[in-house]
T-cell receptor, first 109, second 115 residues
Framework: GQNIDQPTEMTATEGAIVQINCTYQ??????LFWYQQHAGEAPTFLSY??LDGLEEKGRFSSFLSRSKGYSYLLLKELQMKDSASYLC??????????WGAGTKLIIKP | GAVVSQHPSRVICKSGTSVKIECRSL??????MFWYRQFPKQSLMLMAT?????????EQGVEKDKFLINHASLTLSTLTVTSAHPEDSSFYIC???????????FGQGTRLTVV
């Protein structure tokens, strides 16, 4: 079966750095997405990785290792508004999006 | 970025009635639209994929007669929940694609409550 694992919940402090991990087992791979979702709202796009390595975009970075079936989202200089759920999703061989259950990130002052 | 407008954002309806949710791409032509539902604290679940002018492709376990999808134009897709029941209460989200599989833009979502 196809499976995406990410932690259910994480807590971090304002101003700090947090890394949210995602591991996947899918039938084929055509890219990995990270989305941010605030409670009661639709997801918003953060990043897309299809090649190994680190993609940096402002305070957010996303890393991919295809051989390990592993990605992480790194958030720096955390702000209270970063409190949200972070969803990892993978395109399988048919370009079907397989979604993780999301990681709820709680930021404390 | 591209804008997808979903309406209504919240709806409460009585059991047995039907509810229509609209998803519009405002500044681009959406060749493909996706409909998802999300239960609290769970991941997004794809319900169906629709291409303009053709019948929607439903995921396994999704009742096509209950969740009617119409993609009449390149800018509008609708999801109609027919004969709604309390178990249909959920968060429904649409997303629109441009043909580039790496691009998908989400609507704001619709919170449906069936009482």
């Amino acid at each position: 079966g196809q499976n995406i694992d990410q932690p259910t919940e994480m807590t971090a402090t304002e101003g700090a750095i947090v890394q949210i991990n995602c591991t996947y087992q899918t039938s084929g791979f055509n890219g990995l997405f990270w989305y941010q979702q605030h409670a009661g709202e639709a997801p918003t796009f953060l990043s897309y990785n299809v090649l190994d390595g680190l993609e940096e975009k402002g305070r957010f970075s996303s890393f991919l290792s295809r051989s390990k079936g592993y990605s992480y989202l790194l958030l720096k200089e955390l702000q209270m508004k970063d409190s949200a759920s972070y969803l990892c999703a993978v395109f399988d061989s048919n370009y079907q999006l397989i979604w993780g259950a999301g990681t709820k990130l709680i930021i404390k002052p | 970025g591209a804008v997808v407008s979903q309406h209504p954002s919240r709806v409460i309806c009585k059991s047995g009635t039907s509810v229509k949710i609209e998803c519009r791409s405002l500044d681009f032509q959406a060749t493909t639209m996706f409909w998802y539902r999300q239960f609290p604290k769970q991941s997004l679940m794809l319900m169906a994929t629709s291409n303009e002018g053709s019948k929607a492709t439903y995921e396994q376990g999704v009742e096509k007669d209950k969740f009617l999808i119409n993609h009449a134009s390149l800018t509008l897709s609708t999801l109609t929940v027919t004969s709604a029941h309390p178990e249909d209460s959920s968060f429904y989200i649409c997303s629109a694609g441009t043909g580039d599989v790496t691009e998908a833009f989400f609507g704001q979502g619709t919170r449906l409550t069936v009482v």
